[in-house]
């Protein structure tokens, strides 16, 4: 079973004919409230996609927060460990989505803010119990280290998307089965500008040194750098689609990567799976909103 730690945020979201700069002021269109969080992506995409999957978040004590852990609930995500913070907002994220698909986003915690170890410890139990533990860094160190930690010493296999991008320890990626950074993430993580084969392969020797196993950096629409030893890597291409919004790709592709590899898939057919996943959801606008199903994701791979 796969446990997924991490954020929820309301998405606001708002079209843009292009971004805005410093002081000026443009006319966006087609508001809407959706429902996102790298966490909350992550565990609705694997879900969707048909893992057996436990969530640990804090949502706020609002009207957002009860209905997105219905939501959660319908998608078939276990929420006993989806805490609810009295008196505290559910975290947001402030998003502007360009006519080329390009988004611009500025997050605020709110109740991801209270998801440290200490909130943390009762739930430890779900995590090492668990055979992969999925997380991401939009929440407090302290609670994703605590994770980290208690999922290595019980023998889960950990696979860290490490966004939004932050500069991390020895300590804590040498427990790190799988890494999944985008492009921005490598760079911040191991000061190599990831622009091709070569640099995305020095990258991942970066990442060796410092004690992690598997390293697969997401380049977008190209696919993705696939390395589990010094100097050897290979690409596994994306799949050609029209582009919509870009919002979830990684998320979508993480939560896929993980379901398909808990089904036993070698990591290649499991990149080639979450590749798929990831791009049918850039097809659609929003977050969850742009998750698919499984029979999707099968019926896009058989054509
Ligand atoms: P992030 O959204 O975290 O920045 P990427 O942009 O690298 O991550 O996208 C993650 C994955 O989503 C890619 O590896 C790819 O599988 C898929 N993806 C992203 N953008 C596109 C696109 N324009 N066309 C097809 N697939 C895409």
Known sequence: KLVVFGSVNADHVVKVPSFPRPGETLHGSAYQVISGGKGANQAVAAARLGADIGFIACVGDDPFGQMTVKEFVKDGINVDAVLIEKAMPTGIAMIQVADTGENSICISAEANGQLNAERLRPYLGCI???????????????????????????????????????????ALLKHISIITPNETEAELLTGVTVSDALSAQQASDVLFFKGVSVVMITLGAKGVWLSNQVGV???????????????????????????????????????????????????????QTSIPKRQEVDKFLDN
């Open 128 to 170: 090492e119990s668990a055979k992969y533990l999925l997380l991401q860094l939009e929440t407090p160190m302290d609670g994703v280290e605590l994770a980290v930690e208690k999922a290595h010493a019980a023998g889960v296999t950990i696979v860290l998307n490490p966004a939004p991008a932050k500069a991390l320890s020895n």
């Open 233 to 287: 890597g290979k690409m596994i291409a994306g799949f050609k689609v029209k582009a919509c919004d870009t919002t979830a790709a990684g998320d979508t592709f993480n939560g896929a990567l993980v379901t398909a590899l808990i089904e036993g898939k070698s990591l290649e057919d499991a990149i080639v799976f979450a590749n798929a996943a990831a791009a049918i959801s850039v097809t659609r606008f929003g977050a």
